[in-house]
């Protein structure tokens, strides 16, 4: 079974529209951590956001905000009023407590196209 | 300028033609690790590295070999390619691994090596 699974294969939007790409998560462990990565056209990983499971606040930075619920066992990412240079792969892991937070799975990521 | 370099970048081979990639951090980084990225799957990892001399499995680690002998140098090695070793290859570092706590946990990758193998 997917750990990570983002069902979002693809989304377009035209700017200044927003956006919300899912990501669902599976574990057992009751500490863990959640990532979410960018990668643009040229293809390089830019990290975005850490969170861990005890820290469910939600968290905005700029144009971009993290809505965290274990609930829901979900880590969605909202891209405000979107740009044209938010077009890319997103990508949602996960990481472990059991396998000392080494191990890192991914989902199978969100492209997201903007078109202006 | 801190960094994580792989090469090559790109490689085209053959099936059963050993090959190695490098990967390189100046970063003093004691964790480094392997992925491989296919459309439909996101990134895999393969293996990673705690420090010199002690590496795990990551979730794919059919096929590949790597080597922590030196903190900054972390190659995969793919001892007889196969075409569906055809991929494009991260590998990525971070300060320590996750136990140390938030600010060890951010990974760096590389610019990524795109592996076809005929």
């Known amino acids: 079974a997917q750990k990570v699974t983002q069902a979002q294969t693809e989304i377009s939007v035209v700017e200044k529209e927003d956006v919300t790409l899912d990501c669902v998560y599976e574990?057992?462990?009751?500490?863990?951590?959640l990532f979410w990565y960018k990668q643009p056209p040229s293809g390089e990983l830019v990290f975005l956001i850490r969170r861990n499971s005890f820290d469910e606040q939600n968290e905005i930075s700029g144009r971009y905000s993290w809505n965290f619920q274990k609930s829901t066992s979900s880590f969605n990412f909202t891209i405000t009023a979107s740009q044209v240079v938010d077009s890319a792969v997103y990508f949602c892991?996960?990481?472990?407590?059991?396998?000392?937070?080494?191990?890192?799975?991914f989902g199978s990521g969100t492209k997201l196209n903007v078109k202006p | 300028e801190a960094q994580v370099t792989q090469n090559p970048r790109y490689l085209i081979t053959v099936t059963g033609k050993k090959l190695t990639v490098t990967c390189s951090q100046n970063m003093n980084h004691e964790y480094m690790s392997w992925y491989r990225q296919d459309p439909g799957l996101g990134l895999r990892q393969i293996y990673y590295?705690?420090?010199?001399?002690?590496?795990d499995k990551g979730d794919v680690p059919e096929g590949y070999k790597v080597s922590r002998k030196e903190k900054r140098n972390f190659p995969l090695i793919l001892e007889s390619p196969s075409p569906n070793q055809t991929s494009l290859y991260f590998c990525?570092?971070?300060?320590?691994?996750?136990?140390?706590?938030?600010?060890?946990?951010?990974?760096?990758f590389g610019p990524g090596t795109r592996l076809t193998v005929l």
């Open positions: 574990t057992r462990d009751t500490t863990y951590y």
């Open positions: 892991a996960l990481s472990e407590a059991r396998y000392n937070f080494n191990k890192f799975y």
């Open positions: 590295s705690m420090n010199v001399e002690v590496t």
């Open positions: 990525a570092s971070s300060l320590l691994g996750g136990l140390a706590g938030d600010s060890y946990n951010e990974q760096f």
